[in-house]
């Protein structure tokens, strides 16, 4: 053998050497340890409730409160002015008629809150 095979000979006796070296001190991770080392995802469904499906508004609702109404596709915003509590309180219960209607087509309770309140923003 001349001296160039046998330097490589002894490079590759010295690499297998070190890989068995890192593999048996745990340099190495095997393929199991790197499933170990993954991140799992949370799969946990976090306590809540669920929305109520009545509607329900407080005796005195406030502008987020009537915002936040399930009665129609978009919420119901003032716009100009801001309304007073009195106002707030009208147009709850005139909401309150109007998801309790038994006609689909029954707008008379915001109707009429319109008629009474013709400046409400």
Same mark, same amino acid.
């Given at each position: 053998?001349n001296a160039?095979?046998?330097g490589?000979?002894?490079?590759?006796?010295?690499?297998?050497?070190l890989?068995?070296w890192l593999?048996?001190s745990?340099?190495l991770?095997s393929?199991?340890?790197?499933v /170990?080392l993954?991140a799992?995802?949370? #799969?946990? =469904?976090?306590?809540h409730?669920?929305p109520?499906a @009545? %509607?329900?508004?407080?005796?005195?609702?406030?502008?987020?409160?009537l915002?936040?109404?399930?009665?129609?596709p978009?919420?119901?915003?003032?716009?100009g002015?801001?309304?007073?509590p009195?106002?707030?309180?009208?147009?709850?219960? /005139?909401?309150?008629l109007?998801a309790? #209607?038994? =006609?689909a087509?029954?707008?008379?309770?915001l109707? @009429? %809150?319109?008629?009474q309140?013709?400046?409400?923003?």
């Amino acid at each position: 053998m001349n001296a160039k095979m046998v330097g490589c000979r002894s490079l590759s006796v010295a690499l297998v050497f070190l890989l068995f070296w890192l593999a048996a001190s745990g340099g190495l991770a095997s393929a199991s340890d790197k499933v /170990a080392l993954r991140a799992s995802p949370n #799969r946990l =469904v976090p306590k809540h409730s669920a929305p109520s499906a @009545e %509607f329900s508004l407080p005796d005195q609702p406030s502008e987020q409160e009537l915002m936040r109404t399930r009665l129609f596709p978009e919420p119901l915003l003032p716009i100009g002015a801001t309304p007073s509590p009195a106002q707030n309180r009208q147009l709850a219960m /005139a909401l309150g008629l109007h998801a309790q #209607r038994a =006609v689909a087509d029954d707008f008379s309770a915001l109707e @009429e %809150f319109l008629a009474q309140h013709p400046d409400s923003p």
